[in-house]
C-alpha cells in the first residue's frame, strides 16, 4: 500500500459523501466498494485533515465531510 493508493481511497470516501448529509459504513463500503482496511485507511487520510466528522448513531459509526 502506497501514499498514492490511500489517497484515491480517500478520493472515493470524499466523492462518495459529497452532497449527501451522512452515511454509516456500510454504506460507505457499498458505494466505494474499498475493503474494510482501505476504507480506514481513507479516513485516516481525510480525518488527519480535518475533511471528515465521525459520529455514533444507534451503535454504528457514521460519516460526513467538514467543509
Keep these: 500500500m502506497n ?3 490511500m489517497g484515491s481511497w480517500a478520493g ?3 466523492n462518495a459523501l459529497d452532497g449527501v448529509e451522512s452515511m ?4 460507505l463500503k ?3 466498494k474499498l ?3 482501505e476504507l480506514y485507511a481513507a479516513f485516516g487520510w481525510l480525518g488527519r485533515e480535518g475533511k471528515l466528522n465521525f459520529a ?3 451503535g ?3 460519516l ?3 467543509k
Design 3 to 5: 501514499v498514492e493508493v
Design 12 to 14: 472515493l470516501v470524499w
Design 24 to 27: 454509516n459504513f456500510k454504506q
Design 30 to 32: 457499498k458505494v466505494t
Design 35 to 37: 475493503k474494510e482496511k
Design 56 to 58: 455514533e448513531a444507534e
Design 60 to 62: 454504528e459509526l457514521v
Design 64 to 66: 460526513s465531510l467538514n
